[in-house]
């Protein structure tokens, strides 16, 4: 299953349609807490999460993760992309993408793919 964590109602829905449309399963959450709390998590392969939410952002979520032993590949994606430039390279694994939500939606697809 794809997860994806974002505050925006309209991105998490969009996105589900477009994973969904893809053949895969896709769930929904608004945040990174109610991502980590939930079920969804032990069923996850693949993560999409925004950079930037309330509370914990895409990379909090992702040293969560790495902390509690969970290695899920992960798609940030962000509609702020000259944010990225602020985040320290140390907290970024490698083979992390970034997208930013204005690029085509191919490139998104291609990511998707071959995650």
Request: proline fraction near 4%; aromatic fraction near 6%; charged fraction near 20%.
């Amino acid at each position: 299953m794809i997860a994806i964590v974002d505050d925006d109602d309209a991105v998490r829905a969009a996105a589900e349609q477009l994973i969904q449309s893809l053949g895969y399963n896709a769930s929904t959450v608004a945040s990174a807490d109610e991502f980590l709390k939930s079920e969804k998590l032990h069923d996850t392969s693949c993560l999409i999460t925004d950079l930037h939410m309330p509370g914990l952002s895409g990379l909090d979520l992702q040293d969560r993760l790495i902390t509690s032993g969970h290695r899920i590949p992960i798609i940030f994606i962000t509609g702020y992309p000259s944010g990225i430039k602020e985040w320290s390279p140390v907290r970024i694994c490698p083979g992390t993408i970034f997208f930013a939500l204005c690029s085509k939606t191919a490139s998104l697809l291609d990511h998707l793919v071959g995650a």
